[in-house]
C-alpha cells in the first residue's frame, strides 16, 4: 500500500487509550493527527463526545466510501454519562473546501426518517426498526449534501413517525431529547426535537436536518432558541424520507445563528438574493402575545425589524380581511371555515403513504400487530376511517386559502417568485412547559384547527424561527429564575431565495 493510498484511508479504529498505547502510535502529517497502526495504515482521529442531551439515535462513520455509513459502535463515557451515546468527530483539518466541496468537513446529522446509506430508517419506532433492513441508498437530499462536502455524524431522534408527541409521556420506544434552555427540564418540542436539541446542545455539531410538516422545524426551534426553518412546499427534494403528506411536507435545518443558516439553506436549496421586502405584516389576530414580558421583548424585535426593513409594520387583522375579500360564500369566520384542512388533507395520506403498508407487512411477518406509541396507537385504529371524499374536499379548501392568501396577504410581486411583503408572527409565549408532566391519554391529534402554525404552510409558503431574546419564570423543578427563549417567525414567498 502506498503512502497517498494510506492518507486516503477513512477507516477509523475504535480502540481504548491503554491499548493505542501498546498496538499504534501516532504521526502528525501538516499538522493533522492519524494514528498508525501496526498493520502500517493510517486511520483518522475522531474526538469522541458523549449525546448528553440523548437527542441521537446512533452514532455514524463512514465506511470509507464518502457516500456511505456505519454505526459507530464504541462507548468511551460509562459511568459518566452512563445512558448517553458515544459521537465520533472527526477534525476539519482532514477536509478540504474546493469548488466541487464548498462544505468539506462541516458536521451534519440528519433526522431519523431521512435515508442514510448503510443505516437502517428507525422513525423512533423499535418495530420499524425491526422490520426493515439498512437502507442502500441515500435520500437525495442527503445524497446532495454529501456531494458538497458535509460530512454526517449521526442519526437524530425524532417523534414517532414524525407524529405529534408530548415528552415525556408519549416516549414510550425510546426516551425524549432534553432541551438545554431554561432548568434543562422543558419540552423540546416535535416532530425534529433530536434534530432541535442536538444543535441547542453541541458547538461541535455544525447543522442538523430536520422536516416540518405543521410545525415540527418550527416549533422545537422555537422551544430551543434557535434558528429553523420551513421551506417552500417542493423546495428540496422528499424522496427517501418516511412521508406524512406530500401536501404538508418539507425538508429543512437548524443552525444556531442566521449567517450559518445562510450556509446551509444555499447547500439545500440553492443561491440566494439579498432582497428587502417593502412591507412588515402585522396579524392583529395573533398579536400581541398575553404574556407581558414576552411582548416587551417582541416590541423590541419588530422595531429592530423595522428599522433594518425602512418600514413601519402594517396591522392587519386576517378575520376582517377575510370577510371583506373572501372568495366564498360562506358566514364562517376564517379560523372555522378552514378548521377541518389539515385532518381531511395529511391523514389519509399518513395511512396510505406508509403506515397502512409498514403494519400489514409486520403483522405478516412477525404474527402480530406492531406495538407503537399511544398516539401512533390511536392513529392505528383512527386513519382507516378517513375516506378519499375528505381529502378532495380539504385539498379544494387548501387551494381557495392558497389563492386568497396570494392576492390579499402575501402577494408574488416579482418575476423571482418573491413578495414585497414579509408576515411576522409570535412563536412563544414565555410559559414554561415542563417534560415531566402527566397527561390524561395520549394526544390524538388530527391537526383540526387554525392557528399562528397554519398560516404559512396553508399557503405553500415558508417561515424562518429565530430568536427575538428570552423571558425570565420561576423554575418549580430548580426553585430559581430561569430563562425561556422568545423567538419569531417570518413568512414571505421564497424566503430561502430572497431575503437570507
Known sequence: MNFFSLLSSLLITAISTA???LISRTLRLRNVAYYVHQTA??????????????????STVSTGDPFQYKSLDAAAYGETYPSALTVGVPSRLYFRKTAQKPYAGLRIAIKDIIDLNGLRTGASSRAYTQLYGPREQNAPVVQSLLEQGFIVVGKLKTTQFADSE????????????FNPRGDGYQTTSGSSSGPAS???????LDFSLGTDTLGSIRSPASAQGIVGMRSSLGAANFDGIIPYSPKFDTVGGFARNVELFAELATALYGSSRNLKPTKLVYPVDIWPV?????????????KDLETYLGVKKTEISLEELWQETKPVESPLPLKDYFNDVFEWVANIDQW??????FVSEYRSRFGHTPVLNPQLQFKRDWLPSQTEDKRENGIALMETYRAWFEKNLIPVANEDGCSEALLVLPWSNGEPDYRDRYRTSAQKFTGTGFFFYNVGPYAGVPEIIVPAGQTSYESRLTQQQEWLPSASGRSSHLITKCIM
Open 290 to 302: 398575553p404574556h407581558a414580558e414576552s411582548q416587551t421583548v417582541f416590541d423590541s424585535f419588530v
Open 198 to 204: 442536538a444543535i441547542a446542545t453541541y458547538p461541535w
Open 19 to 21: 491499548q493505542a498505547i
Open 352 to 357: 396510505h403513504g406508509f403506515f397502512k403498508d
Open 41 to 58: 495504515e493510517l486511520h483518522q482521529v475522531y474526538r469522541l463526545y458523549p449525546d448528553t442531551a440523548g437527542a441521537f439515535i446512533v
Open 166 to 177: 408530548w415528552p415525556t409521556c408519549d416516549y414510550v420506544d425510546y426516551h425524549g431529547p
